[in-house]
């Protein structure tokens, strides 16, 4: 009879943890892509010194951008679809995870994904951005 009770109190505990941690799971759907090709609509603006480009995605997220093969000037101020590589992928994703971490113990209050990106096409969605 001992045994029984002791293995039913043993299962409920196993129940009790598994539910706690399952709870736990964070599903939310707002994950970062840990792709090393994205593709990513928003706005190209000149950078602040004026030699750069930069991709500000409708998501928040700013991209260093940058292209031998498409002339990025002839989009300026245009809202576009751009598909690229991320320069040093592995380093941006763990660089982003730290951050995810920071924004996951109430560090950081803002969790915008940046990083550098080497287009290698351009559609043009609008002639302005929104």
Do not use: P, Y
Request: with cysteine.
């Amino acid at each position: 009879m001992r045994s029984n009770l002791s293995r039913l109190l043993l299962c409920l505990i196993l129940a009790g943890c598994s539910s706690c941690w399952l709870l736990a799971q964070d599903n939310s759907g707002s994950e970062k892509s840990k792709s090393d090709t994205r593709t990513i609509t928003g706005c190209l603006t000149r950078n602040d010194s004026g030699d750069g480009f930069v991709l500000t995605g409708e998501d928040g997220s700013t991209w260093e951008v940058r292209s031998s093969t498409v002339s990025l000037a002839d989009h300026v101020g245009h809202e576009v679809q751009a598909t690229g590589a991320v320069d040093h992928a592995t380093a941006h994703n763990l660089k982003e995870d730290t951050k995810d971490a920071a924004a996951d113990a109430h560090m950081k209050k803002t969790n915008n994904e940046h990083g550098h990106l080497t287009i290698a096409d351009v559609q043009m969605v609008s002639n302005s951005c929104k």
